[in-house]
């Protein structure tokens, strides 16, 4: 089980960290490949960011490139989304979300698909 948290109202510029912690044991924590990902009313759902087991490369939508930072610590089973030059169009209910299979990569041209273990999201605001 997944529980995102870290949302709130944020100006446009600013700067935020979402926080996903996970209720599995750290060791099957450290099996997956872990990803963000948002939902704007009226969209689809998105990719974000995602980050392989040991965080040794991440990889980003171009559209949070540069200004996102995804990280994960295991020994706390968490993985964060540092956003910051906050823009509204960030604007959605991000999610956090395990990969399907364990010990597998992102991969981009699969996206989404290869995401489960949905938790509950947490609603960001970006004001202009």
């Known amino acids: 089980q997944l529980q995102a948290s870290g949302g709130g109202l944020v100006q446009t510029g600013g700067s935020l960290r979402l926080s996903c912690a996970a209720s599995?044991?750290?060791?099957?924590?450290?099996?997956?490949?872990m990803g963000w990902f948002r939902q704007a009313p009226g969209k689809e759902r998105e990719f974000v960011a995602a980050?392989?087991?040991?965080?040794?490369?991440?990889y980003y939508a171009d559209s949070v490139k540069g200004r996102f930072t995804i990280s994960r610590d295991n020994a706390e089973r968490a993985v964060y989304l540092q956003l910051n030059s906050l823009k509204p169009e960030d604007t959605a209910v991000y999610y956090c979300?395990?990969?399907?299979?364990?010990?597998?990569?992102?991969?981009?041209?699969?996206?989404?698909?290869?995401?489960?273990?949905w938790g509950q999201g947490t609603q960001l605001t970006v004001s202009s």
């Open positions: 980050i392989t087991r040991r965080g040794g490369s991440t």
């Open positions: 599995a044991s750290v060791q099957t924590f450290s099996m997956y490949t």
């Open positions: 979300a395990r990969h399907k299979i364990s010990y597998k990569d992102y991969d981009p041209t699969r996206g989404i698909g290869d995401f489960g273990s």
